[in-house]
């Protein structure tokens, strides 16, 4: 599996200049929004310190949790089932579809049924998926994976969405208006909801004590799909469970003030048992989590609630967009997940940050994500994942720098060299600093040579 | 007060100003000033890079050069924030500990440990853009983050704030990264150029003449994107200012 390379990739986003600062501008509007909200609740500190410490009892107590939520959803009227990895959960979900002749999935917004790629696996067996949340829509129409896990077509403009909407259902592609694009695509998808034999969700946190999950949505499309079709599947990560209906006054009060700078989603569904007459199943994933909670350094990262305030607070993501990240999971919190996918592949994404440290300020859950980051690049280094280029400037530099002689000669050197040298020497293409910025101009002397000779010592 | 001073690599190559205003600076408010001669850098390029190893020498010669001071001051913030929090490739012996324990960024010698607030020889007549860079601000926590809700506090604009003539103009997006990131501004150009010069206009839009900083690292990445972009903004650290720096 190739490398990503993201800062390749960053440069392609930059290039499209309307696109790359109406993202930048757009994701910094909803950190703003954030510190409004955050602001306007003194208890703001001690919330995110409460709710890091529920999640971290939870995650400590995980299998004791998860089998209180399997027997009381279960006495609920839900059936649940384990999934080990992604492999498994799409062949349940599918015996699940099967078994009760579903072909038509309605589906709303999701990151694990994308972490899984779920759609594939069931588009090639001859189910139907339709994605109801609007940018997820836009995505699926598009055939473009999300590039943000809660604004997930954020990086495109009105006309992009025009455009594939035109290519896709037909719109007027003369038209921007969001008015039509958003009712178009509502007329559009509506009629599944009734043609559909089951409707799947995701879930937000997971109830051990009641045996019931919760589903935080804005557009009313997650409730559609699990209450008009006879069956309901939810998607759910083991690391989604709390101990207790308590529990979650804390999250819900933080997860849409970090998400949106919104006080609250406008639906906060709770699941319970299904319907007279239909059937609810729950398909608990493993896939990686119980490997990464046993990472003494990274363990922290399964308390993420996938709010996404630490990728709009990001000068990089919104610099570069969720897509040049390469995975499902982008920004910082996916900088620290990805390697645990697959290490070579995501090898460049903890180098993709300038551990500015605004990600962990932001998180409601108090995750470590700059330091994390941190300790990634040292596990990149170590098992021989850097880049050749890298590597070897980093020997050279290691090698000058402890030694106070060679370290002399060579700053000596620039500081006598550079102004003497010809513009398109120091501004050539290998010079990386150069192509955006001028270097700084050379001093008469070093600040030690100044030292020595203002303030005697030896030479 | 005796104290050990460290000039970092990049200010002793290309910003001996600086350190010779720190050293000035620190020698009028009455402390007794050891360079010492042998130094380098703090390690903080390598490890930041995850190569650990490659660090080890580095940080054995800066510990080796300061070892016994009771103050090791810097002007320069991320280089305070790698020798406190991050300087762990080498052997954690006691004189090593002592070493990162008493090491300081020059604001925050002055304003916690010297108890500075007055510097009645100093007049900066300018529109001043404050730059606080990101390891000063949130891992040395020298000011309020924008993100964080509590009281809030800024130490290198107290300081400041005793400097004559200075005003003090605010940019939009007040403690946006300037996108340095040490080795980041080479390996990640696109993104690293893209963040410095969307910083750099934030400041003139909002009027700065100068941009102050404690931190001369995010100063030679914002001075190289404002050179290019053309923009009339000059740039001095904050050293030179409190030392009495007319322009």
Redesign the interface.
Known sequence: MSRVD??EA??KF?EAKDH?DFH?KRL?DL?KK??SE??A??E??QLRSLASAIKEHTLTHLADYLEEFEKNATANGMVVHWARDAGEHNQIVHGILEQHGATTLVKSKSMLTDECEMRPFLENRGIEIVETDLGERIQQLDDEPPSHIVVPAVHKLRGDVAEVFSRTIGTDAGNTDVHYLAESQRRHTRPYYLKAQAGMTGANFAIAETGSFVVCTNEGNADLGANLPPLHIASIGIEKLLPKVEHLGVFVRMLSRSALGSPITQITSHFRAPRPGTEMHVVLVDNGRSERLGMEDFWYSLKCIRCGACMN?C??YR??GGLSYGSTYSGPIGVIIDPTFNLRKYSSL?????????C???CPVKINIHEQI?K???????RHQ?PMV??E???V????????KL?RAA?EA??AGLDHLPRFVVYNPFN??G??????S???????????RN?G??R | MKVALF?P?Y??????????AT?ELLERLGCEVD?P?????C?Q??A???????????E??FAQNFAGYDHIVTPSGSCAHHVRD?MTAIEQTPAVQAVRRNTRELVEFLHDVLGVREFPWAEFPHKVGLHIG??TL??LREAK??????PAFNKPRMLLSAVKGIEFVQPQ?VD??C????????????????????KVEDHHQAGAEYIVSPDMSCV??Q???A??AGLPLKFIHIAQVLNGARE
């Open positions: 993201h800062a960053s440069s930059i790359a930048d910094w950190r954030r510190d955050s602001e609740m003194p703001w500190e607070t000068p990089v610099r570069s903890p180098f993709a940050s300038t551990l500015n440290g605004s962990t300020s932001v941190y990634w690049r040292e596990i990149i280094a170590k850097l890298k590597k400037a980093m020997r530099a290691g090698k000058v720098l402890a030694s106070p370290y700053v620039a500081a990386a600093w192509r955006q910025r001028e270097v700084p050379a001093p008469a002397s070093t600040f030690r040579q100044w030292y020595v303030r010592g030896e | 000039i690599c200010i002793d190559a290309f910003f001996p100003e600086v350190g010779i050293l360079y001669l042998d130094q380098t850098c390690g390029p390598m930041n890079s995850g190569c650990h190893d490659d660090a080890r020498g580095t054995a010669l991050q990101c390891a949130r891992g983050a924008s993100e964080i809700v509590e997006r946006e990264c996108g340095f990131g040490g080795t980041f501004s080479v390996f990640e150009e696109p993104v690293s150029a893209k963040m410095g010069h969307d030679m990445h001075q190289g994107c050179r290019r």
